[in-house]
């Protein structure tokens, strides 16, 4: 959690932060941590109903934060391994060295939040969301 305490001084706003963190648990189907992102992502960050299902899609209204959810989505399905055209493509939407790794960065306690509450069953304290994808 100290990772995530770090990440906040980070150079990725908190609005961007919890849209990376809806599209990872969406991709994870994690409930809990879908209700718990929509909430804050509503309540803190200040996003509208229509961003936070965006972000549910790896997408967004803002053409930068779209470049980060689709840099961090191509990521979480490659494990780590991404091609030269994702890279290239993040790069010219403005994404910079910095938020490269912050977007890794933001994945790995998003993926560990996911995975820790799907394994404990963790019953939502938020509205509950039900994940869209099934596979």
């Known amino acids: 959690m100290a990772l995530s305490a770090a990440l906040a ?24 941590c879908l209700s718990a992102h929509k909430y804050l992502g509503k309540n803190v960050a200040k996003l509208d109903s229509e961003e936070i299902e965006r972000a549910r899609h790896e997408q967004s209204a803002d053409p930068h934060a779209a470049a980060l959810l689709a840099l961090s989505g191509a990521i979480a399905r490659g494990r780590g391994a991404v091609d030269e055209s994702t890279i290239q493509s993040a790069r010219a939407a403005g994404v910079t ?12 306690p998003n993926i560990l939040t996911n995975y820790f509450n799907l394994v404990a069953g963790t019953e939502s304290e938020f509205p509950v969301v039900t994940p869209h994808r099934h596979a």
Do not use: H
Not at 9 to 32: F, I, K, M, Q, T
Not at 98 to 108: I, Q, W
């Open 9 to 32: 001084d980070g150079v990725l706003p908190a609005p961007v932060r919890e849209r990376l963190a809806l599209a990872s648990a969406e991709y994870n189907r994690c409930s809990y």
């Open 97 to 108: 060295d910095a938020e490269m790794a912050e977007v890794v960065g933001n994945l790995a």
